[in-house]
């Protein structure tokens, strides 16, 4: 358990294990403790890196908007990656951790080994649609700004019992990072050249589609649903979860095509 210093910011990060770097990224106000369950199953053959993106968790609130984007969290993702010792790892998120990853990719496709993306839309190609999208997240940070913490405890049950700091972060958050600028991400998704894998809750009603696109436009891509499972799949199911990702991440080290069935 550390704290990375990005240019004034603290990032907190824990490393788990050693062997083949593993960074995972949580999605938009939870925290690092979401993986918790999948600690033990994942450091056995890996070194888990996991961490709190700014606004969220044990990691630093700064007060200015201009300290949340998703430049900043790739150059997040990249610091870290640095911190471990890992020229290249496995990357892979939940939901707007996934949507990092994809754009972490997209930044700095020599530093990606594999994509894993769990529960997550890879942005949007047309402007109206992200508009909407962006407009939920704007409302969602007014929410913070009005309501305070105890918006978390609507948001699902896994949300209700996560410690943050304060409710500022997470609005700034929303409107700079949950918030997206442009197609680059959904447009980036043909030229993937590494092993994916796509995980997805099959009651994760919003996803289900989202999921589907990138398995058909990432080249090569693997896709798992898991039943009886929502957005938090990992939380819901987390056995079914890791029974889902190990077949994966255990391809990679034998060098052959992984046998994840959906």
Do not use: C
Request: no cysteine.
């Amino acid at each position: 358990m550390a704290k990375l210093n990005r240019s004034g910011v603290d990032i907190y990060y824990e490393i788990h294990g050693s062997g083949p770097p593993l960074i995972l990224t949580h999605g938009y106000s939870s925290t690092s403790a979401m993986w918790q369950g999948q600690i033990e199953a994942l450091s056995k053959r890996h070194k888990l890196i996991l961490w709190d993106m700014r606004g969220h968790g044990q990691s630093d609130y700064p007060d200015n908007p201009d300290a949340y984007s998703e430049a900043l969290t790739v150059g997040d993702i990249a610091a870290l990656l640095d911190a471990a010792g890992a020229d290249k790892a496995i990357v892979g998120g939940l939901s707007l951790g996934g949507y990092m990853s994809l754009a972490f990719h997209r930044a700095h496709p020599e530093r990606v080994r594999a994509l894993l993306i769990i529960d997550t839309g890879p942005g949007f190609k047309k402007d109206d649609a992200r508009e909407v999208w962006n407009k939920r997240a704007r409302d969602t940070g007014d929410r913070f700004d009005r309501e305070g913490l105890e918006v978390l405890k609507s948001l699902s049950a896994e949300r209700a019992s996560v410690t943050h700091r304060n409710a500022k972060g997470l609005a700034l958050a929303a409107r700079g990072m949950l918030a997206q600028r442009d197609a680059r991400v959904i447009e980036s998704l043909p030229g993937i050249k590494v092993p994916s894998l796509v995980v997805v809750g099959a009651d994760d009603t919003p996803f289900l589609a989202a999921s589907d696109y990138m398995a058909a436009k990432i080249p090569g891509a693997q896709k798992v649903v898991v039943p009886n499972a929502g957005h938090a799949v990992n939380i819901d199911q987390p056995q079914a979860f890791i029974e889902a990702v190990l077949p994966f991440l255990d391809s990679l080290e034998a060098g052959a095509p992984g046998k994840a069935a959906s």
